[in-house]
């Protein structure tokens, strides 16, 4: 059995092994738009645009341990940015950079005061960025088009793509934009900055002994998700084409945050299961009883903080420890130490 284990975890940690379930996972992707009516293309589309925001939740949350209940905030901004620019016959490259810099530079703002914060503190700063956003966007009607909202059309499938496919063209967009943050991400919280956010998350005074500046990368993991949010702002006016101060409602903050924890805080794999769980238990809770909707996904939360306190995400975790404690297998060193580590991409 132990020699089983041994071989099968081998298998798994050979990289040729890793690239080749990759490139079937890209192939599947890449193809599967072709083979499935336009509802689910749109679906998988919104999939891919709320798991980018439930990224950028995670950059803040999940990797850098700070509250943060205004994410939806730096979306709606990013979709607002994005149909304006649209709307004024701007180049399509020109809106995208400035629906990434417009959310970074309000989110820079707010960490410069909010990361020095802890606590409810930081909470509460996150959570009037929503509260105030909505009435904003109403009063200044001119840009947004107020209550009634605004709609930009840019993502129109090109001629020599396929004038009916627009669908399969929106996801393409999606699917090209997300792939790209998510690997961004990986490689950012892989490297010395995630190492430091660790640590900073862990302990802000052994990070201050360290020579790490808690408050500097703060700061910086705030104006990341902001901007992250920015992209998935950008990507929502791809797919919906269209906006309002709804856009914006604090309920959606508390669904991220929800989405995020079923998926798995800390964990890039986790976000992709968010985005799943954002979008797509919604439509089967309203199938199930559209009056009990709340209750049901409050119960699925419930349930997931009890079993899986790591989110979905930590399943394969969970699994392989279980077993390996009913087989009495001894585990070297180095496997406890592996165990007692929390993988950050997971």
Known sequence: MARQKVSGAMFWSNRWVRIGVAVVIALVLVFAPWNLDVATNQALARVGVFAVAVLGLNVIMGYAGQVSLGQIFFLGLGAYVTAYGVNEGWNVALVFVLAVLIPGLAGYVVALAAARLGGLAIAMVTIALPIIGVPLAKRLADLTGGSQGTSARFSSAPDWFGSDLDDIWQYYIVLAVAAVVFVLVHNLVRGKFGRALAIVKENEAVASSMGISPYRYKVMAFTIAAMIG??????????????????????????????????????????????????????????????????????????????????????????????????????????????AQTPTTE
């Open 230 to 339: 920015g992209v998935s702002g950008f990507l929502y006016m791809v797919v919906v084409q269209y906006t309002s101060p709804e856009t914006l409602a604090f309920h959606h903050s508390i669904s991220l945050l929800a989405s995020m924890v079923v998926g798995g805080a800390a964990s890039i794999v986790g976000s992709l299961i968010g985005g799943a769980y954002y979008v797509l238990v919604p439509n089967v809770t309203n199938e199930i009883d559209a009056t009990l909707t709340a209750v049901i996904q409050g119960v699925i939360l419930l349930f997931v903080l009890f079993v899986l306190p790591g989110g979905i995400a930590s399943l394969p975790r969970v699994l392989r420890r279980l077993f390996r404690g009913r087989s009495g297998t001894p585990r070297s060193d180095a496997e406890r130490e592996r165990a």
